[in-house]
T-cell receptor
Framework: AQSVSQHNHHVILSEAASLELGCNYSYGGTVNLFWYVQYPGQHLQLLLKYFSGDPLVKGIKGFEAEFIKSKFSFNLRKPSVQWSDTAEYFCAVITGAGSYQLTFGKGTKLSVIP | DVKVTQSSRYLVKRTGEKVFLECVQDMDHENMFWYRQDPGLGLRLIYFSYDVKMKEKGDIPEGYSVSREKKERFSLILESASTNQTSMYLC?????????????FGSGTRLTVV
């Protein structure tokens, strides 16, 4: 079965700092990759997704992620974080076009200090 | 906008009670899912359904069952609630497989078993 690892449990940054959240998955075949965000008290929202093509994917609110197949990684980045980015971030994977199951990592809580 | 509505935001139940968590989606999605979200563990799939009356076990089905009698409604049942089932429960729906059309999540039901 596939699994997803997020390296950091809690990241604390000052406003304007750059962000990179690590995500690795374990599956040797075709994968579809996602980053979701959950703001305090709100439901999960899709930040971005990768299916094929350009491995650098741009999402909402200035976030981007890079798929590196050789490293089984899909790291999330943002050049300059804001206080409003304080949230929990989840990496997730579906193994191929015919699969139903979206498997999540354990999440990374981001706290941005004004 | 696709809406996934979970009937209760907060529930408190006693150990041994039979508990029903209800989820309704309004966009004719084929697939529906129940996840459990716990701090430090991320989201874990309990059950999913890819069609009416069809169900598949996820990663942690023990102690739970589901019912899907109509396409728009997916119920999670705790046959005999236990304190280790205290958690946030998230319902989601999607069209087709592979996640190409996205997953939409409900706001969650926070269940406390005392």
């Amino acid at each position: 079965a596939q699994s997803v690892s997020q390296h950091n449990h809690h990241v604390i940054l000052s406003e304007a700092a750059s962000l990179e959240l690590g995500c690795n998955y374990s599956y040797g075949g075709t994968v579809n990759l996602f980053w979701y965000v959950q703001y305090p008290g709100q439901h999960l929202q899709l930040l971005l997704k990768y299916f094929s093509g350009d491995p650098l994917v741009k999402g909402i609110k200035g976030f981007e992620a890079e798929f590196i197949k050789s490293k089984f990684s899909f790291n999330l980045r943002k050049p300059s974080v804001q206080w409003s980015d304080t949230a929990e971030y989840f990496c997730a994977v579906i193994t191929g076009a015919g699969s139903y199951q979206l498997t999540f990592g354990k999440g990374t809580k981001l706290s941005v200090i004004p | 906008d696709v809406k996934v509505t979970q009937s209760s935001r907060y529930l408190v139940k006693r150990t041994g009670e039979k508990v029903f968590l209800e989820c309704v989606q309004d966009m004719d999605h084929e697939n529906m899912f129940w996840y459990r979200q716990d701090p430090g563990l991320g989201l874990r799939l309990i059950y999913f359904s890819y069609d009416v009356k069809m169900k598949e076990k996820g990663d942690i089905p023990e102690g739970y069952s589901v019912s899907r009698e109509k396409k728009e409604r997916f119920s999670l049942i705790l046959e005999s609630a236990s304190t280790n089932q205290t958690s946030m429960y998230l319902c989601a729906s999607s069209r087709y497989t592979g996640g190409a059309y996205g997953y939409t999540f409900g706001s969650g039901t926070r269940l406390t078993v005392v």
